[in-house]
Structures are given as structure tokens and as C-alpha cells.
């Protein structure tokens, strides 16, 4: 799938949140109900205290399915593995300014293995952590919760963060998306759709929903 512009609304269903016994039909499902992306949260128990998966996951996602994987490291050393999930076939790594690397290197590697590069920062870190890079990346997510388990409740300490990554873009004329990731359903979508995000990453709200279908089409018409 080619990736929408940065006024594109985009749902995309976090595969933490799905039933991991069952993992193949859980993509199916998400597919089917209308992601345009799917989110896979890569955490290695050092950057964030929870272990989640690694490029095997990815891989086997990759070859049994048709959609944009939004892979995002939340893991220390993002640098090292980098090739490992170029490999395995994600779309879109996003890495974490916070994470032990040259977050310049890293984004230059990534766009020039021909991926799309986004960059992540957790609620405590400000803005201005990110700004150097902004013209480097494709996408920046702003973490709506503390990044390493699911489940929490969406932090709207964030919305002013997310309003000036837009001013920003807008001042220097640049095209990149805004994520948001954390606590997403319909209402915190509208809420961060109007400061200025347009992809929202939504894990139970999305995989323990009775109806998906009408979940992603709730959160992406918010």
C-alpha cells in the first residue's frame, strides 16, 4: 500500500492488542475491517519494561499479507537492528530520539534502504528534542501514553505537543505525518485530529472491539 499524504486520515490497528494465539487471523481481521496500517510495537525489556516481538513477527506478517507495516522500535539500541527489520520487510520503522544511537544516522540509513523513516518521543520529552530532525523524517510520533504495555489512558498533557509539530511542519513547509499512539478510540482521535495528527494507532479500542469494522470506521471519521 502506498503510504497517504499527511492530510490522509490513517487508522492503524496495534497488533499488541490482538490475540497472539491466534495471530494470523488477527491480521486478516484488521484487514478486513478496514486498517490502512497495521502497527507493530517492537520492545526489547531495556528501553521499555515489557517484551514484546522481534523480526520474525514482522517477517511473517510481511510475506502473508498486503498492508503498510508501521513497525516502531521502542528498544535501546535501534541502530544495531536496524537491517534486521529492513529485511523482514517493514514499510515504516519509527525509532525513539530518547534510544542510545545518531538519530541522524539512523534516519539516513533507513531512507536510503528505500524505507519510510519516522521518529518517536515519549510525553516527557519536549518537542524541541525533535526538531533538529524534522526535515529527515517521514513521519514523528508523539506517544500519547508511557510507551511499553497497553491499555493506558490516553495523556492529553500531549495535545499541545502535537499542535506545534504541525505548526511546524506548516512553517517549514514540510510534509510529514503526525501518529499518535496511546489511549486512541473515537473520541481521543477527534480530539488529536484537531490539534493536528492524522494517523492513530488504536490497540484495544480496535482488536477488542465487538465490531472492528465500525471501530476503525468510528476512528477514522471522528
Given at each position: 500500500m502506498i503510504s497517504p499524504t499527511c492530510r490522509d486520515r490513517v487508522v492503524a490497528p496495534s497488533l499488541l492488542a490482538a490475540d497472539f494465539s491466534r495471530i494470523g487471523e488477527e491480521v486478516g481481521r484488521?484487514?478486513?475491517?478496514?486498517a490502512d496500517w497495521l502497527h507493530l510495537d517492537?520492545?526489547?525489556?531495556h528501553f521499555v519494561d515489557n517484551i514484546s516481538f522481534g523480526p520474525a513477527?514482522?517477517?511473517a506478517v510481511h510475506e502473508h499479507n498486503?498492508?503498510?507495516l508501521d513497525v516502531h522500535l521502542m528498544i535501546s539500541r535501534p541502530d544495531h537492528y536496524l537491517e534486521r527489520f529492513l529485511a523482514a520487510g517493514a514499510d515504516m520503522l519509527t525509532v525513539h530520539v530518547e534510544a542510545d544511537h545518531d538519530v541522524a544516522e539512523t534516519l539516513r540509513r533507513t531512507r536510503k534502504a528505500g524505507c519510510l523513516a519516522g521518529l518517536?518521543?515519549?510525553?516527557?520529552?519536549?518537542l524541541e528534542k525533535v526538531e533538529p530532525f524534522l526535515d529527515q523524517i517521514d513521519l514523528l510520533l508523539c506517544m500519547t501514553v508511557v510507551p511499553g504495555f497497553g491499555g493506558q489512558a490516553f495523556m492529553e498533557e500531549v495535545l499541545p505537543k502535537i499542535e506545534r509539530a504541525a505548526a511546524l511542519r506548516e512553517e517549514r513547509g514540510l510534509g510529514y505525518?503526525?501518529?499518535v499512539d496511546g489511549g486512541i478510540a473515537a473520541d481521543t482521535a477527534a480530539r488529536c485530529a484537531a490539534a493536528g495528527a492524522n494517523v492513530m494507532v488504536a490497540g484495544s479500542s480496535t482488536f477488542g472491539a465487538v465490531?472492528?469494522?465500525a471501530a476503525v470506521r468510528d476512528i477514522r471519521e471522528a
Amino acid at each position: 500500500m502506498i503510504s497517504p499524504t499527511c492530510r490522509d486520515r490513517v487508522v492503524a490497528p496495534s497488533l499488541l492488542a490482538a490475540d497472539f494465539s491466534r495471530i494470523g487471523e488477527e491480521v486478516g481481521r484488521a484487514i478486513r475491517a478496514g486498517a490502512d496500517w497495521l502497527h507493530l510495537d517492537v520492545m526489547d525489556g531495556h528501553f521499555v519494561d515489557n517484551i514484546s516481538f522481534g523480526p520474525a513477527v514482522v517477517q511473517a506478517v510481511h510475506e502473508h499479507n498486503d498492508i503498510f507495516l508501521d513497525v516502531h522500535l521502542m528498544i535501546s539500541r535501534p541502530d544495531h537492528y536496524l537491517e534486521r527489520f529492513l529485511a523482514a520487510g517493514a514499510d515504516m520503522l519509527t525509532v525513539h530520539v530518547e534510544a542510545d544511537h545518531d538519530v541522524a544516522e539512523t534516519l539516513r540509513r533507513t531512507r536510503k534502504a528505500g524505507c519510510l523513516a519516522g521518529l518517536s518521543l515519549n510525553p516527557a520529552t519536549p518537542l524541541e528534542k525533535v526538531e533538529p530532525f524534522l526535515d529527515q523524517i517521514d513521519l514523528l510520533l508523539c506517544m500519547t501514553v508511557v510507551p511499553g504495555f497497553g491499555g493506558q489512558a490516553f495523556m492529553e498533557e500531549v495535545l499541545p505537543k502535537i499542535e506545534r509539530a504541525a505548526a511546524l511542519r506548516e512553517e517549514r513547509g514540510l510534509g510529514y505525518h503526525i501518529e499518535v499512539d496511546g489511549g486512541i478510540a473515537a473520541d481521543t482521535a477527534a480530539r488529536c485530529a484537531a490539534a493536528g495528527a492524522n494517523v492513530m494507532v488504536a490497540g484495544s479500542s480496535t482488536f477488542g472491539a465487538v465490531d472492528m469494522t465500525a471501530a476503525v470506521r468510528d476512528i477514522r471519521e471522528a
